[in-house]
């Protein structure tokens, strides 16, 4: 089995070559037995959803017969977005589940998202090494009958609960990039319920072969034909999903898109009106006005590591009531803490629908700062220039050490953090003017390139 499959957070690699259908049965069926033997049930019941791509139905089937070979009893819900197999894992009820799915992949990747009782992630710090293990090594106990399967289909209770508190929307016009995702097999169902908006709809249907362009919407080449739209239809705003349908971004009437930081520090002050005090969680990457807007608004702003399994960790730590990640990830207690792009948007429509306002004068207040956008450096050793930069920066006002490195001063403060799949170093900075944020910029970039580049000569 190649372990390059096995990610932070879940599993992905390029199917057939990466991960085929009987590395699926076996990661299943060590899946299956690390439920049962940390849930000590002999039969775990485990929901099994899938998305369009192409190799999807015969992973799928995989996985089914790695689960009842191991004694599962398992819950099919066929064609699901990530955000509504999490609602079906907590609405049956069931042990864990397993979602078939590469996210926002190109077309040759497929995955495997796993998760225990409310769809908790498993990931490598918490499971997914031992499952590894087992899957690799087969150690499996021995093979059991068949044990049932079940056929159920939670959308309609999904769609439900997306529109439950919809009430006064106001008459937007609005632009949908779903990218052949599978948000579009959950959109058309939402907007029967939400009759004011109008929509125009760009790639809703469900293609595991991406026709049109990448489900990736942090590359701006994905945007090109949302952009257009956006200002030939002389629309309000523009949405875009990836292709599980978990992460959301938002454009303006320009077809600009705006920062997902900014989308945070907005749905928390409106939390934060209802509920003060709340906590609201943030990555080190994002923004320093989404902190400042909660602790102004009488919230508690607090850190987390960049991921959704750490994200989702974190939530229910801290019995926090939101959390938000610059890469359009949205966490909301709501939800079992788990994200849903098309649960986001909603409420985001209903903060703009209750202010009166347009997008553009809702998200003005937070374009405070000067972002560099995310630039990321290949090099060798990664923490050993991480030191270096550390050391660098030692008069900063503040450093921590959450994910990464986080270098704070007074009018300018970065984030550098490794990857962890390559050998990549990315670092956001952030400044309080232009000159302020050009400067810094081309000064820490110097640094790193002139460390990696000694590093590399000894």
Not at 375 to 385: A, L, Q, R
């Amino acid at each position: 089995m190649n372990e390059a499959i096995f990610k932070a957070y879940d599993i992905r690699g390029r199917y057939p070559e990466e991960l085929d259908k009987e590395a699926a049965q076996a990661i299943a069926r060590a899946f299956a037995v690390f439920i049962s033997r940390a849930l000590k049930t002999k039969k775990p019941k485990i929901v099994v959803s899938r998305d369009a791509r192409l190799s999807s139905p015969e992973l799928e089937q995989a996985v089914i017969q790695g689960l009842q070979e191991s004694g599962a009893l398992v819950i099919r819900t066929g064609l699901a977005s990530t955000p509504l197999f999490y609602f079906s894992v907590n609405a049956a009820k069931a042990d864990g589940g397993l979602m078939v799915t590469a996210s926002h992949n190109p077309k040759e990747w497929n995955g495997l998202k796993l998760v225990g009782r409310g769809a908790l992630p498993i990931g490598l710090a918490s499971g997914l090494g031992e499952i590894k293990a087992m899957a690799e090594t087969e150690n499996f106990p021995p093979a059991k009958a068949k044990s049932s399967i079940k056929s159920k289909n939670f959308l309609k209770s999904y769609v439900r609960l997306l529109t439950s508190d919809m009430k006064n929307l106001g008459k937007f016009k609005i632009v949908i990039d779903n990218g052949n995702g599978m948000a579009g097999f959950i959109l058309p169902h939402v907007f029967k319920k939400l009759k004011t908006l109008k929509i125009i709809p760009l790639y809703f249907k469900p293609d595991g072969s991406f026709p049109n362009h990448e489900a990736n919407p942090l590359k701006e080449e994905t945007l090109v034909v949302l952009k257009a739209a956006i200002l030939k239809k002389q629309a309000d705003f523009g949405v875009a999903f990836d292709g599980d349908g978990d992460r959301v971004f938002f454009l303006n009437k320009k077809g600009e898109c705006v920062s997902a930081d900014f989308i945070t520090a907005l749905i928390a002050r409106e939390i934060l009106k209802n509920k003060p005090g709340a906590k609201i969680i943030y990555d080190p990457r994002s923004s320093r006005i989404v902190r400042e807007t909660v602790e102004e608004n009488g919230g508690e702003a607090i850190i987390s590591p960049v991921g959704h399994s750490f994200f989702k960790h974190k939530m229910r730590e801290c019995g926090a009531d939101f959390g938000g990640e610059l890469s359009g990830h949205y966490y909301l207690k709501d939800f079992w803490n788990a994200e849903s792009g098309i649960f986001t948007m909603i409420k985001f429509i209903k903060i703009l629908s209750d202010s009166g306002k347009t997008f553009e004068e809702l998200i003005q207040p937070f374009q405070k700062y000067f972002h560099s956008g995310e630039i990321n450096f290949e090099v060798g050793d990664k923490e050993k220039i991480m030191k270096l930069v550390e050391a660098r920066y030692k008069d900063a006002k503040n450093i921590a050490h959450v994910d990464g490195l986080s270098v704070e001063y007074d009018d300018w403060w970065f984030n550098l953090r490794a990857s962890n799949t390559e050998n990549l170093l990315r670092l956001n900075l952030e400044a309080k003017s232009t000159s302020i944020l050009k400067k810094r910029l081309e000064e820490i970039k110097a640094f790193i390139k002139k460390a990696a580049n000694g590093l590399a000569a000894r």
